[in-house]
């Protein structure tokens, strides 16, 4: 069986959403004298990288919540105990594999 | 880069004996909480694959922020100004970069019980030479990495305790040390004293940045300086501070997301919601660190105007000497400030070494030296190479080669060619082996050449050229020559997910 699987690279607007904002904060769209405006010491355009900066991790946010679902923690549940030292898991799947 | 802080000699050995002291300490604790780890490869070298929200973040931030984030980055925003601001965004994009395959590799890794990066692509692509190549491509990137690890404790201890403990001594005792709770407690040893070394870290430049602001003055002076002086760090950067600027942006974010270290934690996550957490919480981290020390910078330029380059290396060191001058609550939080980086260095140093051992147990000595062995061996295999590895690489930080030097500063540019394989192998099932494998050696040839010649076309880095070409004989050399049947069925089960 196919698991549902929710992937950020598969989806477009997280795509969409990355290249603008990988857009934003690179300082290209400044004149190259904009070192004269501050704001309490610290040059405006410096403000607006922080800002789009931000705005990148914020999203980076949404995406985990809401474009990231795999069926693992359903599998597998959160993790083997510790200190069991089992690693039967992985020699079955890799017999598997082979056959 | 040796920051000489004469004011803390003996102060300064207290705090360094009192870290050794509870690093094994916690190696200790974490061996006599888990006794039957060493009997096996994932309990040694991926804690159980049991590691919770907190801990995952700070070995994470462990591999991301090392002591170099707070002695190097200040100097080089004293020197660049705000064009050296892209050291915030460029650890965001780390986390971008994971975004785009962390979520299957998590989803693989908990399937295919993954043990580390090199594993993947052996799954993947079931080459021996595609897999040997990447594997030694790591080990070599690793230690290089370690040796610089190596060479800033002992730079960091001799100048934190003033000379009174000269650099090998330095560098044996935290080595030693390293080593005895990386062995007690494997990867949860490391885990748990990145937590304790990530918070240290974290205390110190939040106190450097508070003191700094208090007894310097704040950003408007330095602004002040800057456009008296030299305006062009107040102004962003344009032409060729622009492609350094962009070019940092994707080298450091596709670099250190594929770290070997860095991918090997995602296999080590308790669950998909704990890695969850532990990202978005690393989303917001480069403003407190990154940040943080980025202004420690900025205010250093009227604190201490005029240095010359050699000069302002020594700025934290400079600043840290004058905070604590002030009163005693300074001149301990400076202690400790020191202590955390030294922490932060050999927190970094031993996640690198514990992915190394584990690419020597898993991928050489378990896969094609002695596949039979049990996994006592095969960690005990581990251990030994890596402790061998650290004795080699003390001797080179000691006596470094008048000639070729290069050779080990090599890391980034070599590690990133792994990355085609690494991320599009996930998704590309027609991606074959021999291209795959044609594409990581030419992008690592092409890379250390160009960093051995100091070649830099364009002033993009020399590791993004290698990665380049490297993609595209990857994808150009599949298109061309095509894959049989069985390899893409093989490889459409296995990333479908139709085991």
Known sequence: ?99 | MEVELAFSGWSGIFVLALYGALMLGVGVFAFLRNRGMRESLDEYYLGGRGLGVMVLFFTFFATQYSGNTVIGYPPTAYRMGYQYLVSVPFFIMIIMVYLFFAPRLYALGRRFSLLTPVDWIELRFRSKSVSILAAILMLYGLANYLLEQFVAIGQGVSGLTGGTIPYQVGVIFFIVIMVAYSWLGGMRSVAYTDTIQGIALLFGVFTLLIGSLYYFGGLPSAAANMQLNAPEKLNPPDGAGLTRWFSLLVLVGIGAAIYPHAVQRIFSAKSEATLKRSFIRMAYMPFLTAGVVFMVGIIGIAAFPGLSTAESEQLVGMMANALANQNAFFYWAMVLLFGGIIAAIVSTADSVLLTFSSIISNDLYGRYIKPDASEYQKVLAGKLVGLVAVAILIVIAWYPPATLYQIFVLKFEVLIQVGPALILGLYWTRLNARAVFAGMLAGAVMAGVFTLMGYRPLGIYSGLWGLLLNTTICVAGTLLTGINRADREHARKVIGFEY
């Open chain 1, 1 to 99: 069986m196919k698991p549902a699987m929710s992937e950020p690279v598969r989806k477009r607007r997280v795509w969409i959403g990355f290249i603008v904002l990988f857009v934003l904060i690179n300082p290209w769209y400044f004149a190259s004298d904009a070192g004269s405006t501050l704001v309490m010491g610290i040059p405006l355009w410096a403000l607006i990288i922080l800002g789009a900066s931000l705005l990148l991790s914020i999203f980076i946010t949404w995406t985990i919540r809401t474009q990231w679902q795999t069926d693992s923690d359903e599998l597998y549940g959160c993790g083997k105990e510790s200190g069991d030292g089992s690693n039967d898991h992985r020699d079955a799947t890799r017999r598997d594999e082979e056959a």
